[in-house]
Structures are given as structure tokens and as C-alpha cells.
């Protein structure tokens, strides 16, 4: 469907600042994350004097072996992963088998079962009283804090049901003729025509809990509980490396410029891991926006 | 033709059917999501009842006083609130409007790229920070803007951006362009490329310039995604992104950073003033849930009756 454009030379000149602009934009996005991987090898003394330096003799893998060898940076690794796995799993398995009832369009009660989840999206209890309930189920110090309250997201509900009505309904029809209860059509038939949207939701959730760190900064208060991104907090935002990372140094000056530069390999240690998968996974994460900007 | 098993559910004998032939969707689909909403969603909005308390937590929602509107006379009245408020509406408008016209600005220009091996790593590049988590995005910043940072080696200053009241909304703003704008041109792209041939072959003949195609194929095509995106995002206008928030504040930006969702964090969890919180918290919901009513019934009258 490639159609040939005909380009005057005004649009020439139009289409050139275009061009410019997109790629001054895409440099944008480019520089500081090469400068984050780049810094991550300098020297920090080399690094907080004359920064990026390109001379062999200022890149060092101090940086990274200050990193790998803090044991709460590995466990914080398992814990988000173990965290964002189960809440991945869990919460899109509750979404998809929510989302089927709502895609059928004579289910006697949708409307009311619809009101009664698109209400939770615009309007909530907030901060405190959710606080409150989940530190009076005895939660707090729980992992359970961090999978439970935010299992039934409202968006990943609305974004399967679109998905399912995509599928036609003579298949439904021909399997209840054939007999098919709705949980034999839903497992036999629907699910594995699904897959494109599971991928969606179990993604979505994943890189959710991953990136996240409030509930788990106001829920675990158990240092070896913590997820990653509130390990990493600590070194990032508040300025304060772990006390092992920076045994090492001779005074408080040389202590400020390894925690300057380790802040760097920590970047690094803890994004790659989504950044190198998303690539992979791309054409799902775009699936999903897609689903979502489709109206109802 | 509609099958016995597929008739819309009229009277109530035909609906108690519906639901005795079809008890699967009810227990084992819709139960397991409604309950997980009733506890974690609903029980927190009876609990807003603590708003109209003095909150104390040794006697609980029942055991505690009821002083109905104090809690929200105290944060109508105190110095803190006309700040807070300005410091939310400033931060998520000034938001709003700098970060709306990004993502469909990259979708127009993506959309003229014609190799599409270039298109695609460029897109490539500019959805990855969407990755990024928002305590890395935040040691991002702060290790750039330090003194001994990168931008200030550049500039050859000394000075300290996270601790200058008056630089948090850009640096707030401009790193949610750095980060979101790829990310959020993905539905107009998608729009875009649904544009049929003919129309810009019917351009071709009429000569219109690349401009005039903009204008006339591209900005119309784009408007119905423009509408909900915008409603959208002004239904959230009190509700922004709050992590980020808290993670770019030092005590010395607080001037500016405060917003009401940080506020009520401070006030409930560090300062443990449950009830005024909840009040605070309250009142920001409300005003937020108004704000979206309102946006989406003037767009819907702008926009020949098509709102959310």
C-alpha cells in the first residue's frame, strides 16, 4: 500500500526541517543514555574532573564489581522478580477470565458488573484508608501487599474485552451448539486464540511491579523483602551507597566521587535487563496500545 | 436466527434462567476480580469515613470522634493550601499542555520517513525510555544535574538544579517529554499509517503541498484520538504522576515539588495525621473526578456530542 508521494521543492525544503527535527529529537533520547553506559566505565576521580574520557587507562569495571558484589542488589534482582512474575501471572489471569463475561453482549448483569469496575478507575479510597486496610489484613511485611490490591486493574480488563469481541461470535455459537459449556468454549476455544493479548497483559503487569516501588517503600519494612528498585533507590535518590560499595575509599571526597559514579553502573545493572527484552516483545506492548485507543 | 442459548434476557423468569444455565460466568469469571475489588477498592472508599474523624488509630474507624468538616476547614484555611494547590494545578497543566503536542508532532514526522528500516529503529529508540523505571529516571536526573554532573561541566557552573525551587516543573516536565513522548506517539502512528492510498493520491493530482496534506489528511484523521487522549489526561489532572514527584523532592524544591498527592503522603504516613491525610486526599479526588465531568462535557459540546 506504498503509495508514491511527489514532492515539490517547497515540500523538499518542508520535509528537510522535518527530518532535522525528528532526528535532533531521537538524539536526544540517544545522548544521555550513551552517556549512563559510558560513565558507567570511567574512572570516578577521571569521571567528576574532565567526565567522559576516551583514554583506555580511565575505564575500569570498579563501577560494576562494586555493584555485583553488594548482596542486597542480587537479592532485590530475585525479589522483583519474583514479585513481578506471581503479580503478572495472577493478575492476568483475574483480568482475562473478568474481562469475558463483560465481552458477551446479552450477559444479564453487564452493565452493573461494568459500572461497578469503570467506578474503582475515576474514584478510590486513596492513600490512607488503603493503608489502613491492608495493615489491618495483616498484610504489611507481606509480598501479598504489593500483588493483591493492584491484581484487578480496570484498564487490562477493558483492553481484553475489546480483544474478545475482535473474535467472532459464530464461533461461540457453534460451540454451544456442539454443546460446549461457557468454560469449555472459554478454555478450548477462546483461550488459544488469545495469545497476542495474554502476552499483553502478563507484559503490561510484569513491567509494572518492576518499575514500581511506592507500595513496596510503605508496605515492606523488611530490608531482605525489598525489591530492587528500592534497593537502588537508596543509592540513587537519597545519595547514600550501601555501606560495603564504598569501604574502600581513603576519605569523604573520594567516598562522594565512587558513589557519583556508581550511580551509573547501577543505571545500568538494573535497566538492562527490561531494555534488552523489550525489543523482543515490542509488537506486544504496541498490540496493547492499540487495543486501548479503540473506543468503548 | 438467534440460538437458544443466546436470546437477550427480558423478563425477570427469562433473566433468572440466563443466570441458572450460565452460573459458570458468574462464580468462576466475574467472582474472583469482584471480590479482589470489593476489598481492596470498595472497603478503602467506606474508609474514607476517617475524613470526617479525628482519627485515632487505638480506636479505630467506629471508636474514633466525628468532627465532620474540621478536618477539611484545617486544610481550607491553612496557609499550606493555596501553594499545594497551585503547585499541583501549575504542575500537571503546564504538563498537559507541553507534553500534548510531542508525541503527535513525532507521529507526522515518523509517518514522512520513507525508509522503513530507518522508521523502524527510530522507533525503536525513541519508545525505549518508556522502560525506564521512575527511581532510574530520577537518578538520572539527579546524577546529570549534580554539581560535579555532566550539565554542569558542560555549562562550566556549579550549581545544584535539584535544590532550586524554581527549576523542578521543567526539570519535571522535560524529562516526562524525554521519557513518554515516543511511547505515546504509538496510537497516532497507528492512526496514521490506517490513512488510505487514494487519499493521497486524490492530494497528488490536486497538488497539494506536503503542508496542506498535513492540515487536511493528517490533523483530521488524527483529531478523534486527540479528543480522548486529552480528556484523558485531564481526568488525571490531580493525579499526576506522583512517584516521580516524590523521588525529585529534597527539602529544599519543596517550595514547588509539594504537590497535594506527596502532601498526603507526608502528612499520613510520616507524620501519621491519618484523618486530616484522608481529608486532604479526599478533597483532591473530588476536585479531580469534577474536573474530568467537566473537561469531558465541554469537549463533548465542542466536538458535536463525541466525549468519552
Known amino acids: 500500500m506504498e503509495t508514491r508521494q511527489f514532492y515539490t521543492r517547497k515540500d523538499k525544503i518542508v520535509l528537510a526541517c522535518g527530518n532535522v527535527l525528528l532526528a535532533l529529537f531521537a538524539l536526544a533520547v540517544l545522548v544521555p543514555l550513551v552517556y549512563v553506559v559510558l560513565a558507567s566505565f570511567i574512572d570516578p576521580v577521571v569521571l567528576t574532573n574532565q567526565g567522559i574520557s576516551l583514554l583506555p587507562k580511565d575505564w575500569t569495571l570498579e563501577g560494576y564489581r562494586r555493584v555485583f558484589q553488594d548482596k542486597m542488589i542480587a537479592r532485590g534482582f530475585l525479589n522483583s522478580f519474583l514479585y513481578s512474575s506471581s503479580f503478572a501471572a495472577f493478575s492476568a489471569v483475574v483480568c482475562l477470565l473478568a474481562a469475558y463475561p463483560l465481552s458477551l453482549p446479552n450477559f444479564v448483569g453487564r452493565k452493573a458488573l461494568n459500572t461497578f469496575f469503570l467506578i474503582t478507575m475515576f474514584f478510590g479510597g486513596g492513600l490512607m484508608p488503603t493503608y489502613l486496610l491492608v495493615s489491618n489484613l495483616n498484610l504489611i511485611n507481606s509480598p501479598l501487599a504489593l500483588i493483591l490490591p493492584g491484581a484487578v486493574n480496570v484498564w487490562n480488563i477493558i483492553l481484553a474485552r475489546t480483544y474478545y469481541k475482535s473474535i467472532p461470535q459464530e464461533l461461540h455459537e457453534a460451540a454451544a451448539l456442539d454443546g460446549a459449556s461457557e468454560l469449555q468454549y472459554f478454555f478450548r476455544v477462546l483461550f488459544p486464540v488469545c495469545k497476542p493479548i495474554i502476552a499483553v497483559l502478563v507484559l503490561y503487569q510484569f513491567v509494572g511491579m518492576w518499575n514500581s516501588y511506592f507500595d513496596a517503600m510503605i508496605y515492606l519494612e523488611d530490608q531482605s523483602l525489598q525489591p530492587l528498585q528500592l534497593v537502588i533507590r537508596s543509592i540513587l535518590v537519597q545519595n547514600t551507597p550501601r555501606p560495603g560499595m564504598v569501604a574502600d575509599a581513603q576519605n569523604a571526597a573520594m567516598m562522594a566521587k565512587i558513589a557519583e559514579q556508581l550511580k551509573y553502573a547501577t543505571i545500568v545493572v538494573s535497566s538492562v535487563p527490561l531494555l534488552v527484552m523489550y525489543p523482543f516483545f515490542q509488537k506486544y506492548f504496541e498490540k496493547g496500545v492499540m487495543l486501548g485507543s479503540v473506543k468503548g | ?308
Open chain 2, 1 to 308: 436466527m438467534s440460538l437458544p442459548k443466546f436470546p437477550d434476557a427480558q423478563t425477570r423468569h427469562q433473566k433468572l434462567v440466563y443466570v441458572k444455565n450460565n452460573w459458570q460466568l458468574y462464580v468462576f469469571f466475574a467472582m474472583p476480580a469482584v471480590l479482589l475489588t470489593l476489598i481492596f477498592k470498595y472497603v478503602p472508599m467506606g474508609g474514607l469515613a476517617i475524613a470526617f474523624e479525628d482519627y485515632n488509630n487505638r480506636l479505630g474507624i467506629f471508636g474514633s470522634e466525628w468532627i465532620w468538616f474540621e478536618n477539611f476547614q484545617r486544610f481550607l484555611s491553612s496557609t499550606e493550601f493555596p501553594r499545594l494547590m497551585m503547585n499541583t494545578l501549575k504542575l500537571s497543566v503546564y504538563g498537559l499542555l507541553w507534553g500534548f503536542f510531542p508525541p503527535i508532532i513525532l507521529a507526522i514526522l515518523l509517518s514522512r520517513v520513507r525508509r522503513v528500516g530507518l522508521r523502524k529503529k527510530i522507533q525503536l529508540l525513541i519508545y525505549a525510555p518508556n522502560f525506564i523505571s521512575v527511581i532510574v529516571m530520577a537518578g538520572m536526573i539527579i546524577a546529570f544535574l549534580s554539581p560535579v554532573g555532566p550539565i554542569n561541566a558542560a555549562l562550566g557552573t556549579q550549581s545544584n538544579l535539584m535544590t532550586d525551587p524554581g527549576a523542578f516543573r521543567s526539570i519535571y516536565i522535560i524529562s516526562g517529554i524525554w521519557q513518554g513522548a515516543g511511547w505515546a506517539s504509538i496510537i497516532y502512528t497507528a492512526a496514521l499509517s490506517g490513512v488510505s492510498g487514494d487519499l493521497i493520491d486524490a492530494c497528488n493530482i490536486d497538488g497539494a503541498s506536503l503542508l496542506q496534506q498535513i492540515w487536511n489528511v493528517d490533523i483530521p484523521t488524527l483529531k478523534p484520538i486527540m479528543v480522548i487522549q486529552f480528556i484523558l489526561s485531564a481526568g488525571q489532572i490531580m493525579n499526576i504522576g506522583f512517584e516521580k514527584a516524590l523521588a525529585l523532592q529534597t527539602d529544599l524544591n519543596r517550595a514547588t515539588s509539594e504537590i497535594i498527592p506527596t502532601y498526603v503522603y507526608r502528612l499520613g504516613l510520616e507524620i501519621g495525621d491519618y484523618g486530616y491525610s484522608t481529608a486532604v486526599g479526599l478533597f483532591n479526588a473530588v476536585i479531580n473526578v469534577a474536573l474530568l465531568l467537566a473537561v469531558n462535557a465541554i469537549v463533548s459540546r465542542l466536538n458535536e456530542g463525541e466525549g468519552l
